[in-house]
Protein backbone atom coordinates (compact mmCIF):
# COMPACT_ATOMS: atom_id res chain seq x y z
CA UNK A 1 0.00 0.00 0.00
CA UNK A 2 1.43 3.49 -1.07
CA UNK A 3 1.55 6.50 1.55
CA UNK A 4 -1.59 7.86 0.17
CA UNK A 5 -3.56 4.84 0.82
CA UNK A 6 -2.35 4.78 4.33
CA UNK A 7 -3.33 8.39 4.66
CA UNK A 8 -6.77 7.99 3.37
CA UNK A 9 -7.66 5.38 5.60
CA UNK A 10 -5.91 6.84 8.64
CA UNK A 11 -8.67 9.80 7.82
CA UNK A 12 -11.25 7.58 7.10
CA UNK A 13 -10.50 5.93 10.72
CA UNK A 14 -10.32 9.36 12.60
CA UNK A 15 -13.61 10.51 11.03
CA UNK A 16 -15.46 7.79 11.86
CA UNK A 17 -14.18 8.07 16.12
CA UNK A 18 -15.77 11.66 14.94
CA UNK A 19 -18.87 10.02 13.97
CA UNK A 20 -19.22 7.69 16.87
CA UNK A 21 -18.59 10.13 19.53
CA UNK A 22 -21.17 12.11 18.34
CA UNK A 23 -23.74 9.56 17.56
CA UNK A 24 -23.24 8.21 21.12
CA UNK A 25 -23.54 12.19 21.83
CA UNK A 26 -26.89 12.31 20.11
CA UNK A 27 -28.06 9.44 21.97
CA UNK A 28 -27.25 9.49 25.15
CA UNK A 29 -28.58 13.15 25.51
CA UNK A 30 -32.02 11.68 23.77
CA UNK A 31 -32.29 9.26 25.98
CA UNK A 32 -31.84 11.93 29.36
CA UNK A 33 -34.76 13.85 27.52
CA UNK A 34 -36.95 10.84 27.27
CA UNK A 35 -36.39 10.15 30.38
CA UNK A 36 -36.33 13.80 32.01
CA UNK A 37 -36.35 14.27 35.52
CA UNK A 38 -37.28 10.33 36.70
CA UNK A 39 -32.95 9.89 36.13
CA UNK A 40 -33.40 11.92 38.49
CA UNK A 41 -35.77 10.81 40.96
CA UNK A 42 -34.93 6.97 40.56
CA UNK A 43 -30.65 8.04 41.49
CA UNK A 44 -31.77 9.71 44.75
CA UNK A 45 -34.41 7.48 45.77
CA UNK A 46 -32.75 3.98 44.97
CA UNK A 47 -29.63 4.57 46.97
CA UNK A 48 -30.57 3.22 50.27
CA UNK A 49 -27.93 0.45 50.18
CA UNK A 50 -24.11 -0.47 48.88
CA UNK A 51 -26.45 -2.87 46.38
CA UNK A 52 -29.59 -0.67 45.69
CA UNK A 53 -27.43 1.89 44.75
CA UNK A 54 -24.96 -0.33 42.74
CA UNK A 55 -27.70 -1.78 40.61
CA UNK A 56 -29.00 1.94 40.04
CA UNK A 57 -26.07 3.11 38.70
CA UNK A 58 -25.96 0.08 36.25
CA UNK A 59 -29.57 0.81 35.33
CA UNK A 60 -29.01 4.51 34.52
CA UNK A 61 -26.00 3.69 32.52
CA UNK A 62 -27.52 1.08 30.33
CA UNK A 63 -30.60 3.18 29.84
CA UNK A 64 -28.41 6.66 28.71
CA UNK A 65 -25.22 4.48 27.39
CA UNK A 66 -23.06 7.24 29.02
CA UNK A 67 -20.77 6.41 32.19
CA UNK A 68 -19.38 9.47 32.41
CA UNK A 69 -23.05 10.96 32.18
CA UNK A 70 -24.02 8.89 35.29
CA UNK A 71 -20.68 9.97 37.34
CA UNK A 72 -20.71 13.74 36.70
CA UNK A 73 -24.57 13.28 37.67
CA UNK A 74 -23.43 11.89 40.93
CA UNK A 75 -21.03 14.24 41.48
CA UNK A 76 -23.50 16.60 41.26
CA UNK A 77 -25.76 14.57 43.48
CA UNK A 78 -23.00 14.47 46.08
CA UNK A 79 -22.15 18.90 45.87
CA UNK A 80 -26.29 19.37 46.22
CA UNK A 81 -26.29 17.50 49.28
CA UNK A 82 -28.70 14.78 47.58
CA UNK A 83 -26.52 11.43 48.44
CA UNK A 84 -23.75 10.72 49.99
CA UNK A 85 -20.65 9.86 49.53
CA UNK A 86 -20.37 5.89 50.33
CA UNK A 87 -23.77 5.97 48.42
CA UNK A 88 -22.36 7.43 45.29
CA UNK A 89 -19.31 5.10 45.51
CA UNK A 90 -21.69 2.22 45.00
CA UNK A 91 -23.65 3.93 41.99
CA UNK A 92 -20.11 4.62 40.27
CA UNK A 93 -19.35 0.90 41.09
CA UNK A 94 -22.55 0.54 39.08
CA UNK A 95 -22.30 2.70 35.96
CA UNK A 96 -18.74 0.69 35.67
CA UNK A 97 -21.14 -2.43 34.88
CA UNK A 98 -23.40 -0.48 32.92
CA UNK A 99 -20.77 0.92 30.69
CA UNK A 100 -19.51 -2.30 29.33
CA UNK A 101 -22.93 -2.57 27.53
CA UNK A 102 -21.72 -0.41 24.78
CA UNK A 103 -18.69 -2.67 24.00
CA UNK A 104 -21.38 -5.67 23.47
CA UNK A 105 -23.13 -3.29 21.16
CA UNK A 106 -19.96 -2.30 19.40
CA UNK A 107 -18.99 -5.72 19.23
CA UNK A 108 -22.55 -6.63 17.30
CA UNK A 109 -21.06 -3.51 14.60
CA UNK A 110 -18.47 -6.23 13.71
CA UNK A 111 -20.41 -9.55 13.77
CA UNK A 112 -23.40 -8.64 11.87
CA UNK A 113 -24.16 -6.38 8.42
CA UNK A 114 -25.71 -3.08 10.03
CA UNK A 115 -26.10 -1.76 6.91
CA UNK A 116 -29.61 -2.53 6.26
CA UNK A 117 -30.67 -1.23 9.65
CA UNK A 118 -28.72 1.99 9.59
CA UNK A 119 -30.64 3.91 6.41
CA UNK A 120 -33.78 3.31 6.94
CA UNK A 121 -33.35 4.30 10.99
CA UNK A 122 -31.79 7.98 9.42
CA UNK A 123 -35.09 8.06 7.59
CA UNK A 124 -37.27 7.55 10.48
CA UNK A 125 -35.63 9.36 12.83
CA UNK A 126 -35.34 12.56 10.08
CA UNK A 127 -39.25 12.38 10.12
CA UNK A 128 -39.89 11.99 13.75
CA UNK A 129 -37.15 14.99 14.88
CA UNK A 130 -39.56 16.94 12.99
CA UNK A 131 -42.64 15.91 13.96
CA UNK A 132 -42.76 17.60 17.80
CA UNK A 133 -44.18 15.28 20.14
CA UNK A 134 -41.93 12.07 18.69
CA UNK A 135 -38.25 14.58 18.48
CA UNK A 136 -36.97 12.62 21.12
CA UNK A 137 -37.44 9.13 19.89
CA UNK A 138 -36.04 10.74 16.64
CA UNK A 139 -32.84 11.81 18.00
CA UNK A 140 -32.35 8.64 19.55
CA UNK A 141 -32.88 7.29 16.50
CA UNK A 142 -30.48 9.24 14.26
CA UNK A 143 -27.82 9.11 17.08
CA UNK A 144 -28.05 4.84 17.47
CA UNK A 145 -27.69 5.43 13.23
CA UNK A 146 -24.67 7.43 13.43
CA UNK A 147 -23.05 5.42 15.91
CA UNK A 148 -23.52 1.71 14.08
CA UNK A 149 -22.93 3.64 10.38
CA UNK A 150 -19.45 4.45 12.25
CA UNK A 151 -19.06 0.89 13.15
CA UNK A 152 -19.84 -0.02 9.29
CA UNK A 153 -16.79 2.47 8.51
CA UNK A 154 -14.90 1.27 10.73
CA UNK A 155 -15.26 -2.54 9.81
CA UNK A 156 -14.81 -1.62 6.36
CA UNK A 157 -11.64 0.60 7.39
CA UNK A 158 -10.00 -3.00 9.42
CA UNK A 159 -10.97 -5.07 6.22
CA UNK A 160 -8.06 -2.66 4.66
CA UNK A 161 -6.12 -2.79 7.38
CA UNK A 162 -5.46 -6.37 6.65
CA UNK A 163 -2.24 -9.20 7.63
CA UNK A 164 -1.35 -9.49 4.09
CA UNK A 165 -1.41 -6.14 2.90
CA UNK A 166 0.45 -4.21 6.22
CA UNK A 167 3.44 -6.12 6.82
CA UNK A 168 5.07 -3.48 8.29
CA UNK A 169 2.20 -2.45 10.89
CA UNK A 170 1.91 -5.61 11.96
CA UNK A 171 5.98 -5.97 12.17
CA UNK A 172 5.76 -3.22 14.18
CA UNK A 173 3.38 -4.52 16.69
CA UNK A 174 5.14 -7.94 16.73
CA UNK A 175 8.55 -5.99 17.98
CA UNK A 176 6.45 -5.84 21.47
CA UNK A 177 7.07 -8.73 23.66
CA UNK A 178 3.38 -9.71 24.75
CA UNK A 179 4.75 -11.73 27.47
CA UNK A 180 6.47 -8.65 29.01
CA UNK A 181 4.65 -6.77 32.18
CA UNK A 182 6.54 -3.56 30.77
CA UNK A 183 4.65 -3.54 27.27
CA UNK A 184 1.27 -4.35 29.13
CA UNK A 185 2.29 -1.11 31.36
CA UNK A 186 3.44 0.77 28.05
CA UNK A 187 -0.21 -0.53 26.22
CA UNK A 188 -2.35 0.38 29.96
CA UNK A 189 -0.87 3.89 29.89
CA UNK A 190 -1.29 4.98 26.32
CA UNK A 191 -5.09 3.82 26.83
CA UNK A 192 -5.34 5.98 29.92
CA UNK A 193 -3.93 9.30 28.00
CA UNK A 194 -5.92 8.34 24.83
CA UNK A 195 -9.42 8.24 26.59
CA UNK A 196 -8.18 11.26 28.94
CA UNK A 197 -7.62 13.66 25.71
CA UNK A 198 -10.50 12.32 23.71
CA UNK A 199 -12.87 12.41 26.41
CA UNK A 200 -14.63 9.19 25.42
CA UNK A 201 -14.04 5.78 26.06
CA UNK A 202 -16.05 4.49 24.02
CA UNK A 203 -13.88 6.10 20.79
CA UNK A 204 -10.73 4.18 22.49
CA UNK A 205 -13.37 0.61 23.09
CA UNK A 206 -13.85 1.22 19.28
CA UNK A 207 -10.14 1.62 17.79
CA UNK A 208 -8.96 -0.93 20.10
CA UNK A 209 -11.52 -3.41 18.06
CA UNK A 210 -10.71 -2.39 14.90
CA UNK A 211 -7.14 -2.93 15.62
CA UNK A 212 -7.62 -6.30 17.26
CA UNK A 213 -10.36 -7.55 15.08
CA UNK A 214 -8.08 -6.58 11.89
CA UNK A 215 -5.33 -8.58 13.45
CA UNK A 216 -2.84 -5.67 13.75
CA UNK A 217 -2.71 -6.00 17.16
CA UNK A 218 -2.51 -8.50 19.55
CA UNK A 219 -5.05 -9.52 21.97
CA UNK A 220 -3.06 -9.18 24.87
CA UNK A 221 -2.35 -5.13 23.79
CA UNK A 222 -5.75 -4.85 23.03
CA UNK A 223 -7.03 -5.74 26.18
CA UNK A 224 -4.24 -3.44 27.91
CA UNK A 225 -5.76 -0.43 26.16
CA UNK A 226 -9.06 -1.49 27.66
CA UNK A 227 -7.92 -1.51 31.17
CA UNK A 228 -6.14 1.81 30.65
CA UNK A 229 -9.60 3.28 29.33
CA UNK A 230 -11.12 2.67 32.79
CA UNK A 231 -8.41 4.41 34.56
CA UNK A 232 -8.96 7.44 31.67
CA UNK A 233 -12.33 7.56 31.60
CA UNK A 234 -12.14 9.03 35.19
CA UNK A 235 -10.87 12.43 33.89
CA UNK A 236 -14.62 13.01 33.11
CA UNK A 237 -15.80 13.28 36.89
CA UNK A 238 -13.13 14.68 37.92
CA UNK A 239 -12.56 17.47 36.01
CA UNK A 240 -16.41 18.02 36.82
CA UNK A 241 -15.49 18.20 40.58
CA UNK A 242 -12.75 20.53 40.32
CA UNK A 243 -15.23 23.50 41.44
CA UNK A 244 -17.35 21.72 43.34
CA UNK A 245 -17.13 21.35 46.96
CA UNK A 246 -15.01 18.41 49.33
CA UNK A 247 -17.57 15.88 49.37
CA UNK A 248 -17.51 15.82 45.60
CA UNK A 249 -14.45 15.78 45.02
CA UNK A 250 -13.79 12.74 46.91
CA UNK A 251 -16.33 10.88 45.09
CA UNK A 252 -14.72 11.69 41.81
CA UNK A 253 -11.51 10.25 43.29
CA UNK A 254 -12.96 8.07 44.64
CA UNK A 255 -13.91 6.36 40.65
CA UNK A 256 -10.31 6.67 40.28
CA UNK A 257 -9.16 4.71 43.28
CA UNK A 258 -12.20 2.08 42.41
CA UNK A 259 -10.87 1.41 38.72
CA UNK A 260 -6.92 1.60 40.01
CA UNK A 261 -7.53 -0.89 42.81
CA UNK A 262 -9.31 -2.95 39.99
CA UNK A 263 -6.41 -2.80 37.32
CA UNK A 264 -3.65 -3.45 40.02
CA UNK A 265 -5.47 -6.73 40.93
CA UNK A 266 -6.31 -7.63 37.54
CA UNK A 267 -2.14 -7.03 36.70
CA UNK A 268 -1.30 -9.39 39.39
CA UNK A 269 -3.15 -12.10 37.55
CA UNK A 270 -3.12 -10.59 34.05
CA UNK A 271 -2.34 -14.21 31.78
CA UNK A 272 -4.43 -16.15 33.66
CA UNK A 273 -7.52 -13.86 33.38
CA UNK A 274 -7.22 -13.29 29.66
CA UNK A 275 -6.82 -16.83 29.31
CA UNK A 276 -9.53 -17.57 31.29
CA UNK A 277 -11.97 -14.91 29.70
CA UNK A 278 -10.83 -15.96 25.84
CA UNK A 279 -11.58 -19.84 27.34
CA UNK A 280 -15.37 -18.77 27.82
CA UNK A 281 -15.57 -17.39 24.46
CA UNK A 282 -13.97 -20.41 22.66
CA UNK A 283 -11.31 -18.19 21.66
CA UNK A 284 -7.29 -19.25 21.42
CA UNK A 285 -5.57 -15.58 22.75
CA UNK A 286 -2.36 -16.86 20.26
CA UNK A 287 -4.98 -15.97 17.28
CA UNK A 288 -3.37 -19.66 15.73
CA UNK A 289 -5.60 -21.21 13.03
CA UNK A 290 -7.77 -18.99 12.51
CA UNK A 291 -8.89 -16.50 9.16
CA UNK A 292 -8.97 -13.16 8.81
CA UNK A 293 -13.22 -13.42 8.80
CA UNK A 294 -12.50 -15.47 12.22
CA UNK A 295 -10.56 -13.01 13.79
CA UNK A 296 -13.04 -10.08 12.76
CA UNK A 297 -15.73 -12.08 13.97
CA UNK A 298 -13.95 -13.90 17.52
CA UNK A 299 -12.13 -10.76 18.79
CA UNK A 300 -14.46 -7.85 19.11
CA UNK A 301 -16.22 -10.53 21.47
CA UNK A 302 -13.23 -11.45 23.64
CA UNK A 303 -12.52 -7.32 24.14
CA UNK A 304 -16.56 -7.14 25.56
CA UNK A 305 -16.49 -10.07 27.53
CA UNK A 306 -12.85 -9.23 29.28
CA UNK A 307 -14.76 -5.78 29.92
CA UNK A 308 -17.46 -7.06 31.53
CA UNK A 309 -15.66 -9.66 33.64
CA UNK A 310 -13.05 -7.17 34.63
CA UNK A 311 -15.78 -4.21 36.30
CA UNK A 312 -18.47 -7.14 37.30
CA UNK A 313 -15.65 -8.60 39.01
CA UNK A 314 -13.99 -5.65 40.06
CA UNK A 315 -17.52 -4.76 41.62
CA UNK A 316 -18.31 -7.90 43.43
CA UNK A 317 -14.66 -7.45 45.29
CA UNK A 318 -14.96 -4.22 46.04
CA UNK A 319 -18.34 -3.44 46.98
CA UNK A 320 -17.83 -4.92 50.20
CA UNK A 321 -14.99 -2.53 51.01
CA UNK A 322 -17.13 0.97 50.59
CA UNK A 323 -16.58 2.16 54.11
CA UNK A 324 -12.73 1.78 53.79
CA UNK A 325 -12.08 3.40 50.11
CA UNK A 326 -14.27 6.25 51.57
CA UNK A 327 -11.86 6.34 54.41
CA UNK A 328 -9.09 6.52 52.14
CA UNK A 329 -10.87 9.23 49.77
CA UNK A 330 -11.48 11.11 53.12
CA UNK A 331 -7.56 10.85 54.14
CA UNK A 332 -6.53 11.71 50.73
CA UNK A 333 -8.74 15.23 50.44
CA UNK A 334 -8.88 17.17 53.00
CA UNK A 335 -11.69 19.47 53.44
CA UNK A 336 -10.50 22.89 52.42
CA UNK A 337 -10.53 25.69 54.92
CA UNK A 338 -13.93 27.13 55.96
CA UNK A 339 -14.74 29.65 53.12
CA UNK A 340 -15.77 33.13 54.45
CA UNK A 341 -19.14 32.84 53.87
CA UNK A 342 -19.55 36.45 53.14
CA UNK A 343 -17.13 36.01 49.42
CA UNK A 344 -18.88 35.68 46.81
CA UNK A 345 -18.88 32.31 45.52
CA UNK A 346 -21.23 29.82 43.78
CA UNK A 347 -21.43 26.42 46.08
CA UNK A 348 -23.99 24.34 43.39
CA UNK A 349 -22.96 25.48 40.00
CA UNK A 350 -19.72 24.12 38.69
CA UNK A 351 -18.09 24.03 34.75
CA UNK A 352 -18.78 20.44 35.13
CA UNK A 353 -18.84 18.58 31.24
CA UNK A 354 -21.23 16.77 29.73
CA UNK A 355 -24.40 17.69 32.25
CA UNK A 356 -27.61 17.33 30.75
CA UNK A 357 -29.99 20.32 31.53
CA UNK A 358 -32.34 18.91 33.36
CA UNK A 359 -28.82 18.08 35.80
CA UNK A 360 -28.19 21.71 35.03
CA UNK A 361 -31.26 22.94 36.06
CA UNK A 362 -31.00 21.39 39.61
CA UNK A 363 -28.10 22.98 40.15
CA UNK A 364 -29.30 26.42 39.22
CA UNK A 365 -32.35 25.77 41.47
CA UNK A 366 -30.13 24.34 44.57
CA UNK A 367 -27.94 27.51 44.00
CA UNK A 368 -30.93 29.99 43.63
CA UNK A 369 -31.94 27.91 47.65
CA UNK A 370 -29.05 29.31 48.58
CA UNK A 371 -29.20 32.68 47.23
CA UNK A 372 -32.40 33.17 48.84
CA UNK A 373 -30.87 31.78 52.09
CA UNK A 374 -28.14 34.10 52.35
CA UNK A 375 -31.01 37.12 51.79
CA UNK A 376 -32.76 35.63 54.75
CA UNK A 377 -29.47 35.91 56.61
CA UNK A 378 -28.98 39.41 54.97
CA UNK A 379 -32.21 40.75 56.43
CA UNK A 380 -31.28 39.41 59.72
CA UNK A 381 -28.63 41.45 59.98
CA UNK A 382 -30.64 44.33 58.95
CA UNK A 383 -33.19 43.17 62.40
CA UNK A 384 -29.68 43.67 64.13
CA UNK A 385 -28.90 46.85 63.39
CA UNK A 386 -32.49 48.23 64.17
CA UNK A 387 -31.52 48.07 68.13
CA UNK A 388 -27.75 47.67 68.20
CA UNK A 389 -26.31 50.83 70.18
CA UNK A 390 -22.83 50.67 69.61
CA UNK A 391 -21.27 52.75 67.29
CA UNK A 392 -18.61 50.15 66.33
CA UNK A 393 -20.84 47.07 66.17
CA UNK A 394 -23.09 48.95 64.47
CA UNK A 395 -20.61 50.05 61.37
CA UNK A 396 -19.05 46.51 60.85
CA UNK A 397 -23.03 45.25 60.37
CA UNK A 398 -23.68 48.08 58.12
CA UNK A 399 -20.42 46.56 56.59
CA UNK A 400 -21.37 43.23 56.42
CA UNK A 401 -24.81 44.67 54.67
CA UNK A 402 -23.24 46.33 52.24
CA UNK A 403 -21.10 43.45 51.59
CA UNK A 404 -23.94 41.26 50.89
CA UNK A 405 -25.73 43.59 48.83
CA UNK A 406 -22.78 43.43 46.50
CA UNK A 407 -22.97 39.19 46.69
CA UNK A 408 -26.46 39.28 45.44
CA UNK A 409 -25.75 41.45 42.23
CA UNK A 410 -22.79 39.43 41.75
CA UNK A 411 -24.92 36.03 42.49
CA UNK A 412 -27.65 37.17 40.28
CA UNK A 413 -25.23 37.48 37.39
CA UNK A 414 -23.72 34.20 37.60
CA UNK A 415 -26.95 32.19 37.66
CA UNK A 416 -28.59 33.76 35.07
CA UNK A 417 -25.59 33.93 32.74
CA UNK A 418 -25.11 29.83 33.98
CA UNK A 419 -29.04 29.44 32.92
CA UNK A 420 -27.93 31.54 29.35
CA UNK A 421 -26.16 28.79 28.49
CA UNK A 422 -28.50 25.89 29.39
CA UNK A 423 -30.90 27.84 27.61
CA UNK A 424 -29.00 27.56 24.32
CA UNK A 425 -29.09 23.78 24.54
CA UNK A 426 -31.93 21.89 22.75
CA UNK A 427 -34.60 21.58 25.35
CA UNK A 428 -37.86 20.06 26.22
CA UNK A 429 -40.53 22.96 26.81
CA UNK A 430 -40.67 21.60 30.14
CA UNK A 431 -37.31 22.84 30.90
CA UNK A 432 -37.73 26.22 28.66
CA UNK A 433 -40.47 27.25 31.50
CA UNK A 434 -38.51 26.18 33.90
CA UNK A 435 -35.29 28.42 33.44
CA UNK A 436 -38.14 31.29 32.84
CA UNK A 437 -39.05 31.24 35.85
CA UNK A 438 -35.71 30.46 37.70
CA UNK A 439 -34.32 34.13 35.91
CA UNK A 440 -37.56 35.48 37.29
CA UNK A 441 -36.93 34.21 40.89
CA UNK A 442 -33.02 35.44 40.71
CA UNK A 443 -34.29 38.86 39.53
CA UNK A 444 -36.97 39.37 42.33
CA UNK A 445 -34.26 37.67 45.37
CA UNK A 446 -31.43 40.01 44.16
CA UNK A 447 -34.37 43.09 44.89
CA UNK A 448 -35.01 41.39 48.35
CA UNK A 449 -31.12 41.99 49.00
CA UNK A 450 -31.67 45.50 47.39
CA UNK A 451 -34.79 46.39 49.65
CA UNK A 452 -32.52 44.90 52.96
CA UNK A 453 -29.40 47.31 51.98
CA UNK A 454 -32.07 50.20 51.38
CA UNK A 455 -33.77 49.75 55.08
CA UNK A 456 -30.00 49.72 56.39
CA UNK A 457 -29.28 53.02 54.65
CA UNK A 458 -32.33 54.28 56.16
CA UNK A 459 -31.09 53.26 59.50
CA UNK A 460 -27.71 54.56 59.47
CA UNK A 461 -29.21 57.95 58.32
CA UNK A 462 -31.26 57.98 61.24
CA UNK A 463 -28.13 57.53 63.12
CA UNK A 464 -25.95 59.55 61.28
CA UNK A 465 -28.63 62.40 61.95
CA UNK A 466 -28.48 62.15 65.93
CA UNK A 467 -31.70 61.20 66.19
CA UNK A 468 -33.97 58.13 67.83
CA UNK A 469 -37.61 56.11 66.98
CA UNK A 470 -39.82 56.69 70.18
CA UNK A 471 -40.50 53.15 71.68
CA UNK A 472 -43.86 52.98 70.05
CA UNK A 473 -42.28 53.11 66.35
CA UNK A 474 -39.85 51.07 67.63
CA UNK A 475 -42.37 47.86 68.60
CA UNK A 476 -44.26 48.48 65.44
CA UNK A 477 -40.62 48.06 63.46
CA UNK A 478 -40.08 44.76 65.04
CA UNK A 479 -43.32 43.69 64.17
CA UNK A 480 -43.22 44.59 60.66
CA UNK A 481 -39.97 43.14 60.65
CA UNK A 482 -41.31 39.73 62.31
CA UNK A 483 -43.96 39.52 59.42
CA UNK A 484 -41.23 40.35 56.88
CA UNK A 485 -39.05 37.35 58.38
CA UNK A 486 -42.21 34.86 58.12
CA UNK A 487 -42.26 35.70 54.54
CA UNK A 488 -38.66 34.88 53.80
CA UNK A 489 -39.22 31.78 55.80
CA UNK A 490 -42.20 30.60 53.45
CA UNK A 491 -40.47 31.54 50.35
CA UNK A 492 -37.36 29.52 51.65
CA UNK A 493 -39.98 26.54 52.74
CA UNK A 494 -41.26 26.76 49.22
CA UNK A 495 -38.07 26.88 47.46
CA UNK A 496 -36.80 23.88 49.20
CA UNK A 497 -39.82 21.69 48.65
CA UNK A 498 -41.77 20.05 45.81
CA UNK A 499 -45.02 21.46 44.39
CA UNK A 500 -47.48 19.43 44.77
CA UNK A 501 -46.50 18.94 48.65
CA UNK A 502 -46.37 22.74 49.41
CA UNK A 503 -49.31 25.54 48.86
CA UNK A 504 -48.48 29.55 48.25
CA UNK A 505 -51.50 30.57 50.43
CA UNK A 506 -49.38 31.35 52.99
CA UNK A 507 -47.48 33.60 51.15
CA UNK A 508 -50.20 35.31 49.67
CA UNK A 509 -51.58 36.04 53.68
CA UNK A 510 -48.76 36.79 55.05
CA UNK A 511 -48.15 39.54 52.36
CA UNK A 512 -51.56 40.51 52.79
CA UNK A 513 -50.96 41.33 56.13
CA UNK A 514 -47.76 43.19 55.29
CA UNK A 515 -49.63 45.24 53.03
CA UNK A 516 -52.77 45.88 55.77
CA UNK A 517 -49.86 46.89 58.58
CA UNK A 518 -48.51 48.93 55.97
CA UNK A 519 -51.60 50.99 55.36
CA UNK A 520 -52.16 51.20 59.37
CA UNK A 521 -48.90 52.49 59.97
CA UNK A 522 -48.88 55.36 57.18
CA UNK A 523 -52.14 56.32 58.59
CA UNK A 524 -51.19 56.75 62.31
CA UNK A 525 -47.71 58.42 61.14
CA UNK A 526 -49.45 61.26 59.69
CA UNK A 527 -51.20 61.36 62.84
CA UNK A 528 -48.41 61.13 65.28
CA UNK A 529 -46.71 63.89 63.49
CA UNK A 530 -49.05 66.30 63.48
CA UNK A 531 -49.34 65.94 67.11
CA UNK A 532 -46.02 66.36 67.92
CA UNK A 533 -44.97 63.39 69.13
CA UNK A 534 -42.04 62.71 66.78
CA UNK A 535 -40.02 65.00 63.66
CA UNK A 536 -40.54 64.86 60.19
CA UNK A 537 -36.87 63.65 60.01
CA UNK A 538 -37.67 60.29 61.71
CA UNK A 539 -41.28 59.74 60.30
CA UNK A 540 -40.03 59.99 56.92
CA UNK A 541 -37.21 57.52 57.74
CA UNK A 542 -39.64 55.06 59.85
CA UNK A 543 -42.18 55.23 56.78
CA UNK A 544 -39.04 54.76 54.69
CA UNK A 545 -38.31 51.35 56.57
CA UNK A 546 -42.27 50.40 56.49
CA UNK A 547 -42.31 51.07 52.37
CA UNK A 548 -38.81 48.52 52.05
CA UNK A 549 -40.46 45.96 53.65
CA UNK A 550 -43.66 46.09 51.42
CA UNK A 551 -41.65 45.81 48.55
CA UNK A 552 -39.68 43.04 49.99
CA UNK A 553 -42.77 41.04 50.88
CA UNK A 554 -44.16 41.72 47.26
CA UNK A 555 -41.08 40.41 45.60
CA UNK A 556 -41.27 37.46 48.15
CA UNK A 557 -44.41 36.62 46.53
CA UNK A 558 -43.02 37.44 42.86
CA UNK A 559 -40.21 34.55 44.02
CA UNK A 560 -43.23 32.44 45.27
CA UNK A 561 -45.43 32.90 42.12
CA UNK A 562 -42.59 31.75 39.71
CA UNK A 563 -41.53 28.57 41.50
CA UNK A 564 -45.30 27.66 42.04
CA UNK A 565 -46.12 28.41 38.63
CA UNK A 566 -49.43 30.63 39.97
CA UNK A 567 -50.75 34.25 39.59
CA UNK A 568 -52.40 35.52 42.36
CA UNK A 569 -50.40 38.14 43.47
CA UNK A 570 -52.64 41.66 43.23
CA UNK A 571 -49.85 44.40 44.14
Not at 80 to 98: D, F, H, P, R
Not at 106 to 131: E, H, K, R
Not at 339 to 349: A, K, S, T
Not at 383 to 404: A, C, G, Q, S
Amino acid sequence: MTTSDYLAIFFKIIGSLALLIYGMKVMSEALQKMAGSQLRHILSAMTTNRFTGMLTGTFITCAVQSSSATTVMTVSFVNAGLLTLAQAISVIMGANIGTTLTAWIMSLGYTVDLTSFVFPSFLVGIILIYSRKMRYIGDFLFGISFMFFSLVLLNTSGKELQLESNPQIIEFFKSFDVDSYLTILSFLFIGSIITCLVQSSAAVMAITILLCSSGVLPIYLGIALVMGENIGTTATANLAALGANTQARRTALAHLVFNLIGVIWVLCVFYPFVNAVCGLVHYDPTGHNLTQEQLAVKLPIVLAAFHSSFNIMNTAVLIWFIPQIERLVCMLIKPRHSDDEEDFRLQFIQAGIMKTPELSVLEAHKEIRSFAGRMQRMFGMVRDLLVEKDENTFTRIFDRIEKYEGISDSMEIEIANYLDQVGTAHLSDDTKMKIRSMLREITEIESIGDSCYNIARALKRKRTGKEEFPEKLYEQLHQMFELTDDALTQMNVILSGRKANLDAGLSFNIENEINSYRNQLKTTNITDINAHLYTYAIGTIYMDIIQECEKLGDYVVNVVEARMGVRQHNG
